[in-house]
């Protein structure tokens, strides 16, 4: 027994594109040996009467099917997977979320500062090119005012106030015309350094999809893989995946449902992504 259970926590340990091979080549073989059984057709009929050939033919076909499965579900799943987490549409696929039509959530600091520099904010972060290319410093400022003033936050005494995070600030551009939900995801230090850890992190998750619920008004909502790039996790780095498993988890978690679609997008290729794997996340979810 205790074989048994080693194999079996060892195939579980298994990737799920290996085990859903896996699985799909013994559906076939068992299909195919069932069908032959049934029309009174087997191996012997093919004059071979050595059994290690028979097995030897068995095992081939089980490969080949196994890789034609294995490369089936890459190539489908290469560059977009769709889930459903809390009854809500979740897709996590690759793109420029200044070229999406929904929502845009931008990551910025808990001042949600306006000052690109590459010292305050970086001209390469999501923040800055948003506030460059696609928004009005005056404009989101006044946004972060009005925000405030509601919350009855005080600014300090350089006129900046500093948002729980987690934070959400409706922003409609009048340079493009969208719409950008400003999220206060991250502290900055002295230097000007984002700095979180995974506890400030998971808080932050749970407080936004909140603050979501409260300003997406039935929209489609398109998020970057949110703690990616110059944020500095300081009790270890996290790669994209992990980031983006920690994402879909606090939704689950938050129990909030959203009747329109929630977009996941990654910059660049998702080679280091394995997007059919995220398919074992929302199942466990599920329990």
Known sequence: MSYIKKAYYRYKSLSKRVRDSISFSIFVIGLVSTVCTIIGYSLSDLKIDSISYRLLIVIGLSIALYAVAYWVIG?????RIGLTINNTSVEVSCGDIFAAEEYRVIGCDTHFHTTVDDVIISKNSLQGKMVLEHGIADEIKAAV???AERLNLIPDEN????????????????????????????????????????????HMLMK????????????DIVFPILGDGITRFDDRPKDRYTLIRCMLCTLSGSGKHF?????????????DIPLYELNDIVKTLRR
């Open 159 to 202: 006129g900046l106030y500093t948002f729980p995070l987690g934070t959400i600030i409706r922003y409609d551009s009048s340079i493009d015309k969208k719409t950008y939900l400003m999220l206060a995801m991250t502290e900055l230090n002295k230097d000007y350094e984002s700095h979180t850890n995974m506890a400030k992190y998971e």
């Open 75 to 79: 190539i489908i799943f290469k560059d």
């Open 208 to 219: 936004m999809w909140n603050e979501i619920s409260r300003v997406y008004a039935s929209h």
């Open 259 to 271: 009747n329109s679609k929630i977009k996941v997008m990654i910059y660049g290729k998702p080679d």
């Open 145 to 147: 005012r009005k925000e």
